[in-house]
Structure formats: C-alpha cells, structure tokens
C-alpha cells in the first residue's frame, strides 16, 4: 500500500432509500436479545446491502460485558464490522448473483467471554437480467486455443486476487461513492451475453456511455492495486478500496495511474477506449466484494457528479 493512505473512519450514514427498505431481526444470545437489520432488507441478487447490529443488553446480570468486537460472514466473504456509537455496528456484505432463496448469515458477538454466533436470515430478490445478443471481430468468436486460455486463466486469477487480499487492507472508502462517468448506462450488470451467437457469458459488470478519450474517475478512494493490458478487458485499472471493496475500470484508451498509488474519490484514473473485446468505446466497471461481483449501482449513497 502506498505510505501516505490514512483509512477513514468516518461509517457512512444509512441513504433515505435504504432507510425506508429496512426490516429488524431480534435474536437471542447470550448478552440479550439482538437486533440486526439489513437496508435493504431484500436485497437483488448480484448486489451489495448494509448490516446494522444492535447486541442486546442485561442490566440485571453482575458479570456482563460490553460487546468488544463483532465478526461475521456472508455467502462465504468476511464482514468488516464497525463501532458506529449508539451500540449499533455496521458493516457491507453482497449477495452472490447465483444466490438462490434465503442465505444464512453468521453474526459472532465477542465480549471476552465465550463467543456467541448468532444465525441472520438474508432475504434474496430475484434480479430482472435480459439476454443481449451482440457481433464482434471474428478472433474474438472464436474458441481460445491452450495459450490463449492459460494467458486468460491468469489475469483473471491475479483480478481475484487483488479482491481477496483487499480484506487485509482497512477500509479506505468513504460514503457516497461516485460514478465513474456521469453517463448513460448502455449495459447492466448481470445481462446475458451471446457473441456471434456461440459464445454466452453473463455481463458482470455495468457499462457506461463515453467517447474514446472521455475521462474515467475512481468511484471512491483507495490505492491502485493492478495496471496491466488484459486480452479481454483491453487495457485495465483496478482499485483496492479496502475491507474487501475492490472497483475495476476496463477497455480503456489510456491508464493514468501506477500500481500502489494512492488515488482520490473522483480522481481521473484513465481515458474511455476500445481496447480488448468491445463493439466501441465505453466504460466496463466491475464491483466487487471480496470474490463476489456486484452491482456498482448497488453502493449505497451513489452520487451521479
């Protein structure tokens, strides 16, 4: 990590909109009965949502203790719980877009006593994804040869793993998060693809309007984790903003940044291009916590500027 980053302490208000999405869950434990809730508190599949976590109290028991530390996981990633005053932690979790019905969330309080897990229940929508057809140059269509899968096979392995050690980096972000183009969204996220009509994927990412050199901003701060020129994502930044939040900016005509550099929300990180496998010039951004993508339209207090 570059020397100069300071993590941000400050925990991001709750938006109007989740505000209004909430429900509670009260569980027992040891230290009283809990309260967690979740804005929203259906989230889609394929997006991130907030945890609240109120541990209870016994005024009455002699030996009880303030709760010290909160961990938990969801779909498999960490949660990074935060004291935010009031007794009340927080912390951001993602629902995977593969998760079917509910998913059964671990909460452990710790108080310097033994342990106590409690069990929430995350509520999953169903997401409303469409197929999109599209026609690019024939090398693109065509199936990888041996080489060409081991070379792609690598620069996803070395994308996933800036996201899985951004959970050994404190959180560096700050709400509201910014979008990289105040632009038209010309893809969602989660779309089904089919190239010259053999090739399917799904679009894990969102794609915003932008003309071939059109600037493209660090949607919150953090420090550069990964510059390099990808055979699909053409020419690719990726961003660690801690606590396992991870942004990447790909198909770009120019990177602006070094790798351990330590960057700013709204800071112009590249120039919009054409590289790798595109129809035309436009902006692919990836959100991720921890393995699992998501939804860049999913962060909470998202400003458009």
């Known amino acids: 990590m570059s020397a100069g980053l300071v993590p941000l302490m400050l925990v991001p208000a709750v938006p109007a909109a989740a505000q209004s999405a909430q429900s509670s869950q009260m569980l027992p434990s040891r230290v009283g009965v809990t309260r967690v809730t979740l ?13 609240f976590v109120k541990p209870g109290v016994k005024p009455d028991t002699l030996d009880a203790r303030d709760v010290v530390a909160i ?44 342990a106590d897990t409690l069990w929430a229940t995350v509520r999953v929508r169903k997401g409303d ?29 070395r994308a996933h793993r800036v996201s899985r050690e951004s959970h050994d980096v404190p959180r560096l972000w700050q709400a509201p998060f910014r979008l990289p183009r105040n632009s038209r969204v010309t893809g969602g996220f989660g ?53 396992g939040l991870v942004s990447a900016y790909l198909h770009l005509s120019r990177t602006l940044v070094q790798e351990g550099q330590a960057v700013s929300a709204g800071e112009v ?25 998501v939804s860049g339209l999913s962060l909470p207090g998202l400003l458009r500027h």
């Open 191 to 243: 779309d089904g693809r089919e190239f010259n009509g053999r090739i399917e994927s799904r679009h894990m990412g969102v794609d915003l309007r932008g003309a071939q050199g059109a600037p493209v901003r660090a949607m919150a701060n953090g420090y550069v984790a990964l510059v390099d020129r990808f055979y699909l994502g053409g020419n690719v930044v990726y961003i660690d903003h801690g606590a």
């Open 129 to 157: 994804f469409h197929m999109e057809r599209l026609r690019v140059a024939p090398r693109f269509g065509r199936p990888p040869g041996a080489a060409l899968r081991r070379r792609m096979a690598d620069e996803s392995a």
């Open 71 to 114: 961990r938990g996981s969801c779909a498999g990633e960490p949660l990074h719980f935060e004291e935010r005053g009031g007794g009340v932690w927080w912390a951001l979790a993602a629902v995977p877009i593969t998760a079917r019905g509910d998913l059964r969330m671990p909460i452990v309080l710790e108080d310097g006593g033994p």
């Open 39 to 51: 804005a929203p508190d259906r989230p889609v599949q394929g997006t991130l949502f907030q945890v």
């Open 269 to 293: 990180i590249g120039r919009v291009g054409a590289t790798g496998r595109v129809t035309g010039p436009h902006l692919h951004w990836i959100v991720r916590y921890g393995q699992i993508t």
